[in-house]
T-cell receptor, first 116, second 109 residues
Framework: GAVVSQHPSWVICKSGTSVKIECRSL??????MFWYRQFPKQSLMLMAT?????????EQGVEKDKFLINHASLTLSTLTVTSAHPEDSSFYIC????????????FGDGTRLSIL | RKEVEQDPGPFNVPEGATVAFNCTYS??????FFWYRQDCRKEPKLLMS???SGNEDGRFTAQLNRASQYISLLIRDSKLSDSATYLC??????????FGDGTTLTVKP
């Protein structure tokens, strides 16, 4: 149980393109999902917490107008990287919890974003 | 000081060795604890939860010491496939998850 699906797994785009990444909880409902970014050989960095039916909570230093998050249902959150540039190239991973706040997070497969 | 600290390693051990990782946390309100493994260029995967009484899953044993605010992971009879980065994760009762930077393990033949 507790499967999180992320799509697409790999994106290569030209600079200036906007890219949408989907995160779905397949066998449970998630009122909260999390978006992370990870650069090579670095640790996971929490970007934002996505809340179903309300605005996302962004971590300090993360531009909310750059990284648009929509959590329209209990099983889907999307992250849109607007006007992406090469410095946005990274590994983006979503996660969700199946249950209350003390439960572990389950991660999607990740999306490898390369901006040319 | 980071909220969750791990020895980054790398730990290089031969097959069959026993290896232990420690992780310390600073928030005394922490409620739940987990170990994840992350393979290169992949997402983290839950390895095991850590319970107050300690718990074991095959070759893996996790321990929690609330008084000293650390958790540990012991891997016995290391396999080549155990090579990965091991992440310590701590949840507060408010739902905030804090990740350690990870400990890298390489098991060699």
């Amino acid at each position: 149980g507790a499967v999180v699906s992320q799509h697409p797994s790999w994106v290569i785009c030209k600079s200036g393109t906007s890219v949408k990444i989907e995160c779905r909880s397949l066998d449970f409902q998630a009122t909260t999902m999390f978006w992370y970014r990870q650069f090579p050989k670095q640790s996971l960095m929490l970007m934002a917490t996505s809340n179903e039916g309300s605005k996302a909570t962004y971590e300090q230093g993360v531009e909310k107008d750059k990284f648009l998050i929509n959590h329209a249902s209990l099983t889907l959150s999307t992250l849109t990287v607007t006007s992406a540039h090469p410095e946005d190239s990274s590994f983006y991973i979503c996660s969700a919890r199946d249950g209350d706040r003390v439960k572990p997070q389950h991660f999607g497969d990740g999306t490898r974003l390369s901006i040319l | 000081r980071k909220e969750v600290e791990q020895d980054p390693g790398p730990f290089n051990v031969p097959e069959g060795a026993t290896v232990a990782f420690n992780c310390t946390y600073s928030n005394s309100a922490s409620q739940s604890f987990f170990w994840y493994r992350q393979d290169c260029r992949k997402e983290p995967k839950l390895l095991m939860s850590v319970y107050s009484s300690g718990n074991e899953d095959g070759r893996f044993t996790a321990q929690l010491n609330r008084a000293s605010q650390y958790i540990s992971l012991l891997i016995r009879d290391s396999k080549l496939s155990d090579s990965a980065t091991y992440l310590c994760v701590v949840n507060t009762n408010a739902g905030k998850s804090t990740f350690g930077d990870g400990t890298t393990l390489t098991v060699k033949p």
